[in-house]
C-alpha cells in the first residue's frame, strides 16, 4: 500500500518558534509539494520539489522554507512561527503521469 | 496559466438521488484532471483521473467523471448518493506545459441528507 506520511497530526507551537514538519513517501516519487489549507482558500501551493536538492517557490512561500536532501523526504521549516501560520498542512508526492497522494495532513497552532 | 473552477461552494442532495459537483478548467496545454474527497481533518484521498481516452472515467465508490473538451469541463458523478458521501470535494489540473504542479479547485461541500 503506497504511502505519504507526515510526522505529526497535531502541533502546537509557540510565536517565534523554528517549526519542522516532516514528509517521507515509500513510492520513489520524483515530485513531492507542500500545501496549506485554510476554509474558503481551498490548498495553496507553498513549495515543491521536482527531484532531490531542488526547490521551487509555490504561490505563498514568504515565512517558509524547505529542504530535499534525500528523494524520499521533504521537509517544510517555518523559520519563525507565527499565528498567521496556523493553518492544516498537507504534504503530497507524484510522478511524471500519476495523480498526487496525500498525506494525512498536519494541524498546526501558533499561540 | 491554468486554474480550476468550481462554481457551487455546496451541494445538497436527498441519499438515494443522483449527485453532480461541477468543475470547469483553464489549460494552454493538454489537461490532466483529478478529483479528490476530504474528511474532516483528513488529507486528500484520490477518487479518478483523467489522462487521455475515454471521455467518461470511473473511479472509487461508484463515482465516475466526464470530460468535456468543449466545455472545459470534468463534472463530478454519482447515480445514487450516500449519506457517507458527504464530504469536501477538490478537482484538480495539471497541464504539462507548467510543469509537474497540480492546481486546486476550492472546494464543493456536499451534503448527502437521509
Known amino acids: 500500500d503506497v504511502k505519504v506520511t507526515q510526522s505529526s497530526r497535531y502541533l502546537v507551537k509557540r510565536t517565534g518558534e523554528k517549526v519542522f514538519l516532516e514528509c517521507v513517501q515509500d513510492?520513489?516519487?520524483?515530485?513531492m509539494f507542500w500545501y496549506r489549507q485554510d476554509p474558503g482558500l481551498g490548498l495553496r501551493l507553498i513549495y515543491f520539489?521536482?527531484?532531490?536538492?531542488?526547490?521551487e517557490k509555490g504561490d505563498i512561500p514568504e515565512g517558509y522554507s524547505v529542504s530535499r536532501e534525500k528523494k524520499e523526504r521533504f521537509s517544510l521549516i517555518l523559520e519563525s512561527a507565527s499565528t498567521n501560520q496556523t493553518s492544516m498542512y498537507l504534504c503530497a508526492s507524484s510522478s511524471r503521469y500519476t495523480e498526487a497522494f496525500f498525506g494525512q495532513g498536519t494541524r498546526l497552532t501558533v499561540v | 496559466a491554468q486554474s480550476v473552477a468550481q462554481p457551487e461552494d455546496q451541494v445538497n442532495v436527498a441519499e438515494g438521488n443522483p449527485l453532480t459537483v461541477k468543475c470547469t478548467y483553464s489549460v494552454s496545454g493538454n489537461p490532466y484532471l483529478f478529483w479528490y474527497v476530504q474528511y474532516p481533518n483528513r488529507g486528500l484521498q484520490f477518487l479518478l483521473k483523467?489522462?487521455?481516452?475515454?471521455?467518461l472515467v470511473k473511479g472509487s465508490y461508484g463515482f465516475e467523471a466526464e470530460f468535456n473538451k468543449s466545455q472545459t469541463s470534468f463534472h463530478l458523478k454519482k447515480p445514487s448518493a450516500l449519506v457517507s458521501d458527504s464530504a469536501l470535494y477538490f478537482c484538480a489540473v495539471r497541464d504539462d506545459n507548467y510543469g509537474q504542479n497540480f492546481v486546486f479547485g476550492p472546494g464543493t461541500r456536499l451534503s448527502a441528507l437521509p
Open positions: 513510492m520513489d516519487h520524483e515530485n
Open positions: 520539489s521536482y527531484d532531490v536538492k531542488m526547490k
Open positions: 483523467y489522462i487521455t481516452g475515454d471521455n
